[in-house]
């Protein structure tokens, strides 16, 4: 059995009886993804599970009603069915209609966004109260947990009070590495999508103009351990200086968007900075940063940066 073979089978094991969706179906879809546009495996099945769940409005919660209470700073895997108990931090405004409600829950070790899908007609939640949520699926981008409520997800409000932890953290020394896909990107334009497309497409939606944004995705040594650290457009402009009307015009002048990360190399490796952020999954997701001067030696520093 090859491993897309395996892939289908597991997701097939993971749909209700009553789906109507046969193996060489999924085999079809994850072939496409994965030989045809060199979608990676494992995007490829989140994609045609995905697809599946929001298509038939069904997920694996119907085979599994013995689920893990877990905290929510503990999740750290996607595809994983879980029941959490939090307190509603924040509601937003949704940006589909597809979406019922999208907003933020948080228990004693952190938060996470969470998205109760329209068509579940699920109980409306309400700011700062507390709810115990039985099979929720965890999701996962770019490091980033969330997880989904959907048509089998249990909602008990509790009378209780939760005080919400702070999962921020700081990490500080040398930034050695900018690793591929930082600089000058673009994402998905639909809805409730910010995926980073690859060739002009996105993994879930297909061939897209997309919008452009600035990010780096680096790494910060401070001579004992290493930590993956993600800047957004705002963090990427303040740590570089480069505005994203700027990177645009400069992509667009050498016909090229790598000269975008080129330059973001030149202002930034080997220099020492003080970041704080949340960690999600492998990355620390910043939120604050300052530049700390008082440095070791530069250019040995910068030696081995260039050299990873």
């Given at each position: 059995?090859?491993?897309?073979?395996?892939?289908?089978?597991?997701i097939?094991?993971?749909?209700?009886?009553d789906?109507?969706?046969?193996?060489?179906?999924?085999i079809?879809?994850?072939?496409?993804?994965?030989?045809?546009?060199?979608?990676p495996?494992?995007?490829?099945?989140?994609?045609?599970?995905?697809?599946?769940?929001?298509?038939?409005?069904?997920?694996?919660?119907?085979?599994?009603?013995?689920?893990?209470?877990?905290?929510?700073?503990?999740?750290?895997?996607?595809?994983q069915?879980?029941?959490?108990?939090?307190?509603?931090?924040?509601?937003?405004?949704?940006?589909?209609?597809?979406?019922?409600?999208?907003?933020?829950?948080?228990?004693?070790?952190?938060?996470?966004?969470?998205?109760?899908?329209a068509?579940?007609?699920?109980?409306?939640?309400?700011?700062?109260?507390?709810?115990?949520?039985?099979?929720?699926?965890?999701?996962e981008?770019e490091?980033?947990?969330?997880?989904?409520?959907?048509?089998?997800?249990?909602?008990?409000?509790?009378?209780?009070?939760?005080?919400?932890?702070?999962?921020?953290?700081?990490?500080?020394?040398a930034?050695?590495?900018?690793?591929?896909?930082?600089?000058?990107?673009?994402?998905?334009?639909?809805?409730?999508?910010?995926?980073?497309?690859?060739?002009?497409?996105?993994?879930?939606?297909?061939?897209?103009?997309?919008?452009?944004?600035?990010?780096?995705?680096?790494?910060?040594?401070?001579?004992?351990?290493?930590?993956?650290?993600?800047?957004?457009?705002?963090?990427?402009?303040?740590?570089?200086?480069?505005?994203?009307?700027?990177?645009?015009?400069?992509?667009m002048?050498a016909?090229?968007t790598?000269?975008?990360?080129?330059?973001m190399?030149?202002?930034?490796?080997?220099?020492?900075y003080?970041?704080?952020?949340?960690?999600?999954?492998?990355y620390?997701l910043?939120?604050?940063?300052?530049?700390?001067?008082?440095?070791?030696?530069?250019?040995e520093?910068?030696?081995?940066?260039?050299?990873?």
């Open positions: 059995m090859t491993d897309l073979d395996q892939q289908a089978h597991d097939h094991a993971q749909l209700p009886d789906a109507d969706v046969d193996v060489d179906e999924i079809d879809r994850l072939d496409t993804l994965v030989n045809q546009y060199s979608v495996t494992e995007e490829a099945r989140r994609t045609v599970m995905s697809s599946y769940l929001e298509d038939t409005d069904v997920d694996a919660a119907d085979a599994q009603t013995d689920n893990q209470q877990i905290d929510i700073g503990e999740i750290n895997q996607p595809e069915w879980v029941d959490v108990t939090g307190k509603i931090v924040e509601l937003w405004e949704p940006r589909s209609d597809a979406i019922g409600q999208v907003g933020l829950l948080g228990d004693e070790t952190g938060t996470i966004k969470f998205t109760a899908w068509k579940s007609d699920l109980p409306t939640l309400h700011e700062d109260r507390v709810y115990q949520l039985g099979s929720v699926v965890t999701d981008y490091g980033d947990y969330s997880v989904k409520l959907n048509r089998t997800t249990t909602i008990n409000e509790l009378d209780l009070e939760i005080e919400v932890g702070d999962n921020t953290t700081e990490a500080e020394g930034l050695v590495d900018i690793q591929g896909g930082s600089g000058l990107i673009k994402r998905c334009p639909k809805e409730d999508c910010t995926r980073v497309l690859q060739n002009g497409r996105c993994s879930e939606h297909g061939e897209a103009d997309g919008e452009f944004d600035l990010r780096i995705k680096s790494v910060i040594d401070d001579g004992e351990t290493v930590q993956d650290v993600l800047f957004n457009r705002e963090a990427t402009e303040e740590l570089t200086g480069i505005t994203l009307e700027e990177a645009q015009q400069m992509a002048d016909l090229d790598s000269v975008v990360a080129d330059e190399r030149e202002l930034t490796l080997g220099h020492y003080r970041v704080t952020g949340p960690i999600m999954g492998r620390l910043v939120n604050e940063m300052e530049q700390i001067t008082d440095q070791p030696d530069h250019e520093l910068l030696i081995k940066a260039r050299s990873m």
